[in-house]
């Protein structure tokens, strides 16, 4: 057995289903190894797409996602997907092939510094340096990656501890990292200060962000909720944490949020963060929003807490069983009237489109599609304008939001669509994108053809990158400038070009038949919708 | 503010440029850092003096802890601390100062440790004061070369720590 072998032995016993990837020869004794196991390999068509695969399917099975690629440039074009799992916490364990390990630091061939390159997008990397660490390093990587606040680990290994000779093979049965013990448990005297707070409370608020999810907490939160009567807005990251349409969830805040979420922020005299990192686009100023407030702060990262606001009760946990703990007391709270002022700011603050009957309104298609997915589909938004009409407009019964709100990587939706596809085949998966993001990745068509994964692509079309223009157009008076997308290739010939069925909408006629068409059976569909150029978000 | 970062880390390749990116990366202060072995070999400590505002302080210290590479972070204000400083210093002499440099190298307890005929190295362990001071004292004669090792500071003795 050699490294390479010893390598796949790990990821058989982490109970890894596929790889993603691009070989090289510094990484082909691996690519060879996995030849001899039962794990799938998926020749994705560009690097940084690998890292989106593997985080489409980490997302989806709660299990870090795996990628492989080569040195040197494989390596550095990983970086971009490493650093978005990186910012939005998904786990994953990359794997880079690296030159011969007596030739590190001369420059040969495909040589980069990765560990090096990665360091502040990665929660921990390692240079494999002794084949025989092997075990003890795949343990470590599936466990970092996936505890506490999750993220990417790197290993780099060079071609030669690949090739050596290893005699014994044992996967150890737990992880010793004296400097690594992430807080699950909350402390149980901040949890009864919070009990009380909330007693004390007339106007509270949860604000839900991706940590609820990735805690798998979303049960916890949703009976919680529902027990106190307390209502939840969500950032970016956590929507889909509570359904659309439940009574007590209002929707996203932040500067592409709802104006009544926004609201109830401002007016709320308790709000109480779960996983969310009070970022910037999520809430502006925090320092003024939180003034007169109560705010407590649930995270596994105790270094999100009063980084960016200061936290009147800060708990750092597992926001499961925090929210858990939290819900076996009995809480004597009464929101009544608060809840029922939202849902009259609701009323009171409709947002407003006026779309251009000559085109598909983005809004009314995304709302309308959601409402004929299958109730568990999986919606993987890309990053644009395309990204803000899906967050305000999606409805999630019992699926799936996927997206990079941290990062706000473009491409991402159809790599991460083909991963999520990958681990669950039996749930309907949407890209929806712009004809910007598409662009971006529009190389892995090849690999759903090549793999037969039945992703169904939503191109909303303005020939403009639209999330610029639009700031082109309000900060820069309508000069704009390097946004122009008019190059763009024939959609329909692309398609034809992969074997895809196609459909262009045009406008917001007979759009229900369009809908049940695309939807129709289980198999790849690349549908264009013209959205008018000058539309805002 | 300043504040003194004690950080016990893993003795691995990589640690120093991770902790120093981890400044440089979040707009962090280094005023002054010294690293070496501990009693145990596979431990390093890194004495690191930063300022900030309460706020980024807190900071540091939470994003040293979440470096896999360190096992652990004590902190604690300067006066709270014993430190000193290391410094190699060469200078120029000739006859007429030589007696000078001999005056201060007594009164701020200074060693000569290297002599030839126009140059001396001297030596002095102290708090990080007394070496600028000491700095500043040579400068009206003639530096040739400094060489710092950076405030090492352990937290004072106090029986319930």
Known sequence: ?537 | MRRIFSVLVENRSGVLSKVAGLFSRRSFNIDSLAVGETDEKAVSLMTILSSGTEQTLEQIEKQLNKKLDVIKVKTFDEDKAISRELMLIKVKYNKGNRREIMEICEVMKAQIVDMSEHLMILQICDTPEKISLMISLLQQISIVEVARTGTLALQKCMEDS
């Open chain 1, 1 to 537: 057995m050699n490294g390479a072998d010893a390598l796949v032995k790990c990821l058989e016993e982490e109970g890894v289903k596929y790889v993603f990837g691009y070989p090289g020869v510094a990484i082909c004794p691996f690519y060879d190894a996995i030849l001899n196991t039962d794990i799938k390999t998926i020749l994705i068509r560009t690097e940084q797409n690998a890292a989106h695969s593997a985080s489409g399917m980490a997302r989806l099975t709660g299990r870090p996602g795996v990628c492989a690629v080569t040195s040197g440039p494989g390596a550095t074009n990983l970086i971009t997907g490493i650093a978005t799992a990186f910012a939005d916490s998904i786990p994953l364990v990359c794997i880079t092939g690296q030159v011969n390990s007596e030739l590190i630091g001369s420059d040969v061939f495909q040589e980069a510094d990765i560990t090096g390159a990665v360091e502040s997008f990665v929660k921990y990397s390692y240079l494999v340096k002794d084949a025989a660490d092997i075990p003890r390093i795949v343990k470590e990587a599936f466990y970092i990656a996936n505890s506490g606040r999750k993220g990417p680990v790197l290993i780099d290994f060079p071609i030669d501890v690949q090739q050596q000779k290893i005699r014994n093979f044992s996967y150890p049965e737990e992880v010793k990292l004296r400097t690594y013990k992430p807080t699950v448990k909350g402390n149980t005297l901040q949890i009864k200060k919070i009990v009380k707070e909330l007693e004390k409370a007339k106007r509270p608020l949860i604000c839900a962000g991706g940590g609820v999810r990735l805690a798998d907490a979303k049960e916890e939160l949703r009976s919680l909720v529902e027990e106190l009567q307390i209502p939840v807005v969500s950032t970016m990251m956590g929507i889909g944490v509570m359904a659309t349409e439940h009574p007590l969830y209002f929707g996203m805040v932040g500067n592409n949020g709802f104006p009544w979420a926004n609201r109830a922020m401002k007016e709320a005299d308790l709000i109480m963060m779960v996983g969310a990192r009070v970022a910037d686009r999520a809430v502006n100023q925090p320092e003024r929003v939180m003034k007169d407030t109560v705010l407590i702060h649930i995270d596994v990262d105790p270094a999100e807490i009063g980084k960016n606001a200061g936290a009147t009760i800060p708990i750092v946990g597992d926001a499961r069983h925090i929210l858990k703990e939290l819900s076996e007391y009995e809480i004597d709270g009464e929101y009544g009237d608060w809840l029922r002022s939202l849902e009259s700011y609701k009323q009171e603050m409709p947002v407003v489109r006026k779309p251009d009957p000559k085109y598909v309104d983005p809004a009314e298609f995304i709302r309308r599609l959601s409402l004929k997915l299958q109730d568990n589909a999986i919606y993987v938004a890309d990053v644009g304008q395309n990204q803000i009409w899906s967050c305000k407009y999606h409805v999630v019964r019992n699926g799936r939001f996927l997206t990079t709100g941290g990062m706000g990587t473009m491409g991402y939706s159809i790599p991460a669509a083909v991963g999520a596809k990958l681990a669950r085949p039996d749930r309907q998966v949407v890209a929806v994108c712009g004809d910007g993001s598409f662009q971006m990745s529009m190389m892995e068509l090849a690999t759903m053809r090549q793999y037969d994964i039945p992703v169904k692509i939503i191109v909303l079309k303005n020939n403009y990158l639209g999330m610029v223009r639009q700031y082109q157009h309000f900060t820069y008076d309508d000069r704009y400038s390097v946004v122009d997308l008019s190059g763009s290739p024939e959609l329909e010939h692309i398609a034809a070009a992969y074997d895809m069925k196609f459909m262009r909408i045009r406008d917001m006629k007979d759009l229900d038949k369009h809908l049940d068409e695309l939807l129709a059976k289980d198999e790849a569909y690349l549908c264009e919708c013209i959205v008018d150029p000058m539309d805002l978000v």
